[in-house]
């Protein structure tokens, strides 16, 4: 028995979100599969959130949230409504010990990515702020940003922007406090920004919610000579409402 076998029949490949066996590594079984609310037919081209109807003549088409927020960036993508499994491992990757969960998430980001990508683009994070990268350990949207790099060939700068100071956090916030409170947090890189002067970079993100992150990122990028951005991430909330 080859080594690979033997360890396949020891620890045959399970679901990412149960216990179920699946026929491959880092696959849903059919259950959570349709518990996961994937993105598959219209979306905002600017933040990736699914819209009702039907795409007709390919038109560029907005969601009312980005037409009442403008957004500092280009286009957007996301794999998942925050919804069922999407949020479960969102949570996960965020929270707990499944760091693992940042292979299947980057591979199905950087599918969801593929018409928004561009040739000269660099693959960038929103930063956790150093005490909760303590806390927390890991930078769960390095790690995708990681892993999307692996996919695409794009180059990866995980640290291309900084946190400039504690923010406190989003959670639990109002859609304008959220944009307050974010404003002056971010600064780029010195020492790596040259690298992404003049180009596209895709700034990624788990969740985007207000999106106030991601257009502090944009305009922080932006005003330190980066030529565009667009934004990728795992799961959109619908915020809906006024
Ligand atoms: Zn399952
Ligand atoms: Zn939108």
Known sequence: ???????????????????????????????CWRDMPFVTGLACDTCGLPLPGVEDDGARIQCDDCLRTPRPWARGRAVA?????????????????????????????????????TPDMIIAPVPLHWFRLLRRRANQSALLGARIAQVTGLPHIPDL?????????????????????????LRAHPRRIAQAQGRHVLLVDDVMTSGATLAAGAETLKAAGVAEVSVLVVARVSQGGP
């Open 161 to 185: 922007l900084l946190r400039a100071r504690h923010t406190p956090s989003q959670e639990g916030r109002g859609r304008d406090a959220r944009f307050r409170n974010l404003s002056g947090a």
């Open 1 to 31: 028995m080859r080594m690979q076998a033997l360890v396949r029949a020891i620890y045959p490949p399970q679901c990412l979100c149960c216990e179920a066996l699946v026929e491959q590594d880092f696959a849903l079984c059919g259950a």
């Open 81 to 117: 409504a925050y919804g069922g499994n999407a949020r479960r491992m969102v949570l996960q990757l965020k929270h707990a010990d499944r760091l693992d969960l940042a292979r299947p998430l980057g591979d199905w980001m950087a599918r969801a990515a593929a018409p928004i990508l």
